[in-house]
Nanobody, 125 residues
Framework: QVQLIESGGGLVQTGGSLRVSCADS?????????VGWFRQAPGKEREFIAS????????RYADSVKGRFTISRQNAKNTVDLQMNSLKPEDTAVYYC?????????????????WGPGTQVTVSS
């Protein structure tokens, strides 16, 4: 059973960039898992950010991050990364990665079976 863990969160100024990664804590590759990134800001519901299918060729993004964020598989590191550029204060949230065995690039959180504990991303104004 996969145990997801996120890394790479932190504090950045408006307009800056951060890269967060999702991995299986055992170090095994995520090649059989479709992966999604979600975030939850204080007082708000968890929202979909981006997802990627098994092949890495199909991705989906929320409108709020389209053109600024890029999800990708990093096979050499056995991770699924979320590159975040042009960050805004409203991007401040806890970022979670989620996985589901096989499947496509899912949007709905209910379709994911496994979740990481989250990593904090804070964008200062």
């Amino acid at each position: 059973q996969v145990q997801l863990i996120e890394s790479g969160g932190g504090l950045v100024q408006t307009g800056g960039s951060l890269r967060v990664s999702c991995a299986d804590s055992s170090g095994r590759p995520l090649v059989t898992y479709s992966v999604g990134w979600f975030r939850q800001a204080p007082g708000k519901e968890r929202e979909f950010i981006a997802s990627i299918d098994l092949s890495g060729r199909n991705t989906r993004y929320a409108d709020s991050v389209k053109g600024r964020f890029t999800i990708s598989r990093q096979n050499a590191k056995n991770t699924v990364d979320l590159q975040m550029n042009s960050l805004k204060p409203e991007d401040t949230a806890v970022y979670y990665c989620a996985g589901v065995l096989f499947g496509g690039a899912q949007i709905s959180s209910s379709l994911y079976s496994y979740w990481g504990p989250g990593t904090q991303v804070t964008v200062s104004s």
